[in-house]
């Protein structure tokens, strides 16, 4: 996902457009005091699960016609018959009307959601978040870090990605589970196999972030957005930078606007998702976020291939790997998804989704 490039290029929109005179006291940043599991929240399924009357692999389905939830399904999480993402653990769940017992021991069954519409993330935002007064950035002191998507910094399951790989370039520090580790070597194996690959290597950057870092982004704009909406309820705008502001801001309150998403876990809080890039000999990106360079993310900028025949080098080598994409960003890839997760290619299959354009709201588009 584009989160850091794209929030930064919002910050300097903002800036840029005399967003200082909108600015207001706050209170003042406290350090993070993250929050274990707590009960109920809200999550949605990853893959299809049973749903069992108890809280056993042996007990009988809630109900014999519709024995499973299906993929992306909103399901409230009551209760846990043990840690969630240890052996053996299952979930109290409600879905659809039904209440029932789903396997919750593995964290990437299903992902927590904290909102998913613009009055519920101003009120999560409200709850979890102090707005800073001279940036469009949050600190965020009551996010819950333990649950499903979501693996804390410094968990056992993250490892440091190698650099020492032949034609996989690592950006700063980067930290993933051992999938990923996995199917980066099988990766750098691919590429030095395939000679279209000569004169190209990849670039991984963005793999595991936190879930306080992922919530500090978009409460960040979210706030931001409701503050300028705020000031300018009663005083409306007059001016063409005034009326670009209030644009903005109905951008801001709805992440996925803004090529976000709605707070909550997703693939790289639990650290089974990377962006990858085309890098050519001169360094430069072959391949971005959006085909059409629109913004979202720092643009590809290389000459030597297009960019449409580079992201299906990429795709085809990246499926040989192990990994899928998100049909909208030419970029994000992730290891280990179930077959029916929505939203997602894998190697020529990705060409039906050209050309990508790295907002969530193209989910499944062409």
């Not at 964290?107 to 993330?121: E, H, R, W, Y």
Request: glycine share 6%; aromatic share 6%; with cysteine.
């Amino acid at each position: 996902m584009i989160s850091r490039a794209r929030f930064a290029k919002l910050t300097f929109t903002f800036a840029t457009l005399g967003g200082a005179a909108l600015l207001a006291q706050t209170t003042p940043e406290r350090e993070v005091e993250a929050s274990p599991t707590s009960f109920p929240f809200e999550a949605r399924l990853v893959t299809a699960l049973e749903l069992r009357q108890q809280p056993s692999r042996d007990a009988a389905p809630v109900s014999e016609h519709h024995r499973s939830l299906a993929a992306a399904t909103n399901v409230k999480v009551l209760a846990a018959s043990g840690t969630i993402g240890t052996s053996g653990a299952f979930c109290k769940v409600e879905a659809n009307g039904r209440t029932g017992w789903i396997r919750c021991d593995d964290t990437n069954l299903m992902l927590t959601k904290f909102c998913d519409s613009i009055d519920s993330c101003k009120s999560y935002c409200e709850k979890t978040c102090t707005k800073h007064s001279n940036d469009m950035k949050s600190t965020c002191t009551r996010v819950m870090t333990e649950g499903p998507g979501m693996l804390p910094p410094g968990s056992p399951a993250l490892k440091t990605i190698p650099r020492s790989m032949k034609h996989v370039s690592v950006s700063g520090a980067q930290h993933a589970t051992q999938l990923v580790l996995d199917g980066l070597a099988k990766l750098d194996d691919v590429i030095d196999k395939d000679p279209s690959w000569r004169g190209y290597k990849v670039l991984v950057k963005d793999c595991y972030r936190s879930i306080v870092e992922e919530v500090e982004t978009e409460c960040g704009l979210v706030l931001w957005g409701h503050h300028v909406r705020d000031k300018l309820k009663n005083n409306p705008p007059t001016t063409d930078a005034e009326k670009h502001q209030a644009h903005l801001a109905e951008i801001w309150v709805s992440p996925p606007k803004a090529g976000l998403a709605w707070p909550g876990a997703d693939f790289h809080t639990s650290g089974n998702a990377c962006d990858v890039v085309v890098i050519d000999h001169e360094q430069k990106w072959a391949t971005s976020c959006a085909a059409d360079n629109n913004g979202y993310g720092p643009p590809h900028t290389s000459k030597a291939i297009d960019v449409h025949a580079a992201s299906k080098m990429l795709d085809d080598a990246m499926s040989k790997a192990g990994a899928k994409r998100l049909d909208y960003e030419m970029w994000h890839y992730e290891w280990g998804m179930p077959a029916d997760i929505g939203c997602r290619c894998q190697g020529s299959e990705c060409d039906k989704h050209w050309p990508p354009q790295c907002s969530s709201a193209s989910c499944g588009a062409h």
